[in-house]
């Protein structure tokens, strides 16, 4: 656990500028990046595919599913050979990865209104999954070069508020005429700007790249020893991926289905209200606030079970509310509690990768986490969403599986923090996080 004030609170006292412009850089790259995963990807790719193609909805989940699955392949792929290469350790090619990345996605974006055809739109969808595949570990492995171990919670959580606060607030129509409006306006001088900041300034480029051999960038925070052997088999990193991914598959089960549901759109995320969109947007950032906060000072078993348990506490509500029957209106107490629990787990994504590597394992590690966990989640739970809706299974059914599937998982990670606890007590030299 972190003592004492934030590093970045040391490096304003010194004045180290550089060291905090890497802050900045890592911020805003991220924050970008997850703002238009969450909303040109997942919500404007169908209503490019139903609306303007006409396509079925089916059809187009079949084809995110695709995208889904292609980006797991090629992440992992792309982080096992910056691991082999020893890229990993190399932060100027990571970060003309990273550019080369946006420059595609900046491309695409500008593309996709044009597409009016179902193979157009899977050519874009194999392009755009390069793109993810390959900036999912350029990115991710930027951590232990610019963001050190003690202020990762607290950077992650500035990254999470402003990804949804964006999403909540800025995002009000799902429409891909209006994303690529948007994202044009942000990714073309941040195309530019990080090419001038790669090739103008490498001097400051190469400063950055020698900070991850500083221990209190290198060294994840539950990182015990270097692994002697190539790819080495880290159970902490196989127990992550599992509890990542049922938090990535009980979200992304619940909300495929929710999204289908006007009433539960059009009173919350889509709702013409600004306050409404204002009060969701300012509740996620109290939730990746509060996760920022709770990622330095408890453990992160902890972390997981109350995640899932607000998870399961809001899908109960949800299936209470189908099931006395809803009038067109909806408590927004529902998706206050969903934005609370999506922010604190993706705090909990953003940093905790990193925390588990050190310079080496990162590309690889960052890979494998967020592919199997998160893609890997997505591709099966739209995959079984469309098997569900094609057999009959209605939305009270769906939405009480979800609570199901979460209330077993609050349960296992119960059981883990007592058997942990247990254990400490019996070896208390094997004490860990």
Known sequence: MSQGNPYFITCLRQRRWITLLGYVLFTGMMSVGYYY??????????????????????????????????????????????????????????????????????????????????????????????????????????????????DRGHVAAVITALAYFASAVFSTSWRIEAFTQQFLLIMLPGCIGLGAFLFGIPGIVRQLGRQHRDPAFGRGRFVRKETTHRFGVNPRLIALIILMFGIYFIDSLGFLRLLETPVYMNTAWQSPDTDVRLLIAGMHIVGALTAGILYSAVQIRSLFLWIFGIFA???????????????????????????????????????????????????????????????????????????????????????????????????????????????????????SP
Request: aromatic share 8%; proline share 3%; hydrophobic share 60%.
């Open 37 to 150: 995963n969450v909303t040109f990807v997942q919500l404007g790719l169908v209503d490019l595919g139903v609306r303007r193609i006409g396509m079925t909805e089916t059809t187009v989940a079949a084809h995110m599913a695709v995208l889904a699955l292609l980006t797991c392949i090629l992440a992992v792929a792309v982080g096992a050979m910056m691991r082999w290469r020893g890229w990993s350790q190399q932060f100027a090619i990571k970060l003309r990865m990273a550019w080369l990345v946006v420059c595609l996605q900046t491309l695409l974006t500008a593309l996709a209104p044009t597409i009016n055809s179902e193979s157009g739109f899977l050519t874009w969808i194999v392009a755009a999954s390069l793109a993810l595949g390959v900036g999912v570990p350029a990115t991710f492995s930027m951590t232990v070069d610019l963001i050190p171990t003690a």
């Open 313 to 431: 506490l809001v899908h109960l509500l949800y299936g209470m509310h189908v099931t006395i029957g809803y009038a067109g209106s909806a408590p927004l107490a529902m998706p206050i509690l969903y934005a609370v629990a999506v922010s604190l787990y993706t705090v909990v994504n953003f940093a905790i990768w990193a925390d588990i590597s050190t310079p080496h394992t990162i590309s690889l590690n960052a890979a494998v986490g967020v592919a199997l966990s998160g893609w890997t989640a997505t591709f099966i739970s739209t995959a079984l969403a469309m098997q569900w809706q094609s057999v009959g299974i209605t939305l009270a059914d769906h939405i009480h599986i979800v609570n199901a599937a979460a209330l077993l998982f609050f349960i296992a990670v119960l059981a883990l923090i007592y058997l942990h606890q247990e254990n400490v007590a019996a070896n208390p030299e094997r004490s």
